[in-house]
C-alpha cells in the first residue's frame, strides 16, 4: 500500500533539495575523492544522478542514480507519479502490478483504476492545499536487500500468480515537483512518497 504520511528525519531545506539537482546529466563511470579515483559501483547511492526528460518517451522528468535504477523501472515510476498527479487510472494500470493494483483497489473500496488514482491524489492535495500536477520526481534513496521487509508484496504477488518469478525489489523514497517545479511534496508533507518497486517475470512493476 501507499504509505504516503512516512515522516522523514528531518525538513528538507531549500538548499539541499538545490543540490538534489545538480551533477545530473552524464553517466560518469569514477570520481575523485582527496586525490583518489572512486570508481562508481563503490559509490553510495545519489552519486551518478541522470535526468529521464519527458521528450525522451517518459511521462514526466524523473532523475535517478542510473546505476540502481534502470530505463525501464524509470519508466515505470514516472507513470506511477504522473497517475497521481494527473488522477489518471490509466497510467496506474500501466505501472503497476495488477495483482497489487486489484489487491488496493478492493482494500480502498475504489471500482476503478481512475477513482484509485483520484484517491491518491486527493490524500496528497491535503498537504499541497491546492490542485496540482507532477512535472519532475526525483528518486532521493534507494534502500534493497535484508534492511527491507518486503514480505507483505511478496505475497501478494504468489497470491495473484503462484509461479510469479520476483527477481528483483527495491524500496524508494522519491519526492515530486509541481507548479513549475517551484514546489516540493516532500517540503509540503514532510516526508517522502515510498514505494516498492519490483521485476516480476523479467517485468518492472511499482507494488505501492
Known amino acids: 500500500m501507499s504509505k504516503f504520511f512516512m515522516k522523514?528525519?528531518?525538513v528538507l531545506s531549500a538548499a539541499v533539495l538545490a543540490v538534489s539537482f545538480t551533477g545530473c546529466g552524464s553517466k560518469?563511470?569514477?570520481s575523485s575523492s582527496a586525490g583518489q579515483d572512486v570508481k562508481a559501483e563503490d559509490m553510495p547511492y545519489g552519486a551518478n544522478m541522470i535526468k529521464h526528460?519527458?521528450?525522451d518517451g517518459y511521462e514526466i522528468t524523473t532523475e535517478?542514480?542510473?546505476r540502481y535504477i534502470s530505463e525501464?523501472?524509470?519508466k515505470k515510476i514516472?507513470?506511477?507519479i504522473a497517475a497521481i498527479g494527473s488522477s489518471k487510472g490509466s497510467l496506474m494500470e500501466e505501472s503497476v502490478y495488477p495483482g497489487a493494483l486489484d489487491y488496493v483497489m478492493k482494500a480502498t473500496g475504489c471500482a476503478t483504476a481512475d477513482d484509485y488514482a483520484?484517491?491518491?491524489h486527493q490524500q496528497l492535495m491535503q498537504f499541497t492545499g491546492e490542485e496540482y500536477e507532477f512535472e519532475y520526481t526525483v528518486t532521493e534513496a534507494y534502500a534493497a536487500g535484508d534492511s527491507v521487509d518486503f514480505s507483505t508484496y511478496d505475497k501478494i504477488v504468489h497470491d495473484y500468480d503462484p509461479d510469479a518469478e520476483i527477481t528483483d525489489r527495491k524500496k524508494l523514497s522519491m519526492d515530486a515537483l509541481y507548479d513549475h517545479t517551484n514546489k516540493s511534496i516532500y517540503v509540503r508533507m514532510g516526508g517522502y512518497i515510498e514505494i516498492y518497486l519490483y521485476t516480476i517475470n523479467g517485468v518492472p512493476y511499482v507494488l505501492s
Do not use: T
Open 78 to 80: 514516472a507513470k506511477y
Open 28 to 30: 560518469d563511470s569514477s
Open 53 to 55: 526528460l519527458k521528450d
Open 64 to 66: 535517478v542514480d542510473y
Open 8 to 10: 522523514a528525519a528531518a
Open 72 to 74: 525501464d523501472e524509470s
Open 118 to 120: 483520484s484517491m491518491l
